[in-house]
T-cell receptor, first 115, second 111 residues
Framework: DTGVSQDPRHKITKRGQNVTFRCDPI?????LYWYRQTLGQGPEFLTY????????KSRLLSDRFSAERPKGSFSTLEIQRTEQGDSAMYLC?????????????FGPGTRLTVT | DAKTTQPPSMDCAEGRAANLPCNHS???????VYWYRQIHSQGPQYIIH???NNETNEMASLIITEDRKSSTLILPHATLRDTAVYYC????????????FGTGTRLTVIP
């Protein structure tokens, strides 16, 4: 257990529905990342936050994807009008950028299945 | 960020050292070498990182060649719980610091 939690761990939804995932980072970590991982591939970076500011979102896969971190603590990732191609593991990671160490601590992921 | 090349799979006998190679011939002077691993159905786990010098921690050792074009992660006494996909990543420690994962090396520790 890294201290990063994600909820839910599994989500099955029908095509066209909206889904929202939550990530709770390690409490003092100021930076939070979202990744997506499809079968047989390494995780793919989507977006990240420095405190509550979303500093990079150009790699979000489409405008159906959005993320928030309203108070600089937990974050949510929403996918609107889900498609079968959205089926994947969605991973969250956090890090503390002060102190010169940048290792990221990952949560267990949310596995999304779109039917 | 520079790209890395890793063998797709390796086997290692339990109790023996596992040596996982990584090629990063286009690495820049300010890019670090990071290693993560991912055990089945879990999120990636940080192992170790280094810039120029060899590094050792409680999990592993990292050997970086003098020209920095390649590195080797060493698990000194592999156990069955070390069976995982190992990712070698190079990046600068500034800016976004997001990780670009390749497909990694699938290490299987054999009893």
């Amino acid at each position: 257990d890294t201290g990063v939690s994600q909820d839910p761990r599994h989500k099955i939804t029908k095509r066209g529905q909206n889904v929202t995932f939550r990530c709770d980072p390690i409490s003092e970590h100021n930076r939070l990342y979202w990744y997506r991982q499809t079968l047989g591939q390494g995780p793919e970076f989507l977006t990240y936050f420095q405190n509550e500011a979303q500093l990079e979102k150009s790699r979000l896969l489409s405008d159906r994807f959005s993320a928030e971190r309203p108070k600089g603590s937990f974050s949510t990732l929403e996918i609107q009008r889900t498609e079968q191609g959205d089926s994947a593991m969605y991973l969250c990671a956090s890090t503390l950028t002060s102190g010169g160490s940048y290792e990221q601590y990952f949560g267990p992921g949310t596995r999304l299945t779109v039917t | 960020d520079a790209k890395t090349t890793q063998p797709p799979s390796m086997d290692c006998a339990e109790g023996r050292a596992a040596n996982l190679p990584c090629n990063h011939s286009t690495i820049s002077g300010n890019e670090y070498v990071y290693w993560y691993r991912q055990i089945h159905s879990q999120g990636p786990q940080y192992i170790i990182h280094g810039l120029k010098n060899n590094e050792t921690n409680e999990m592993a050792s990292l050997i970086i060649t003098e020209d920095r074009k390649s590195s080797t992660l060493i698990l000194p006494h592999a156990t069955l719980r070390d069976t995982a996909v190992y990712y070698c990543i190079v990046r600068v420690d500034s800016g976004a610091n997001n990780l670009f994962f390749g497909t990694g090396t699938r290490l299987t520790v054999i009893p």
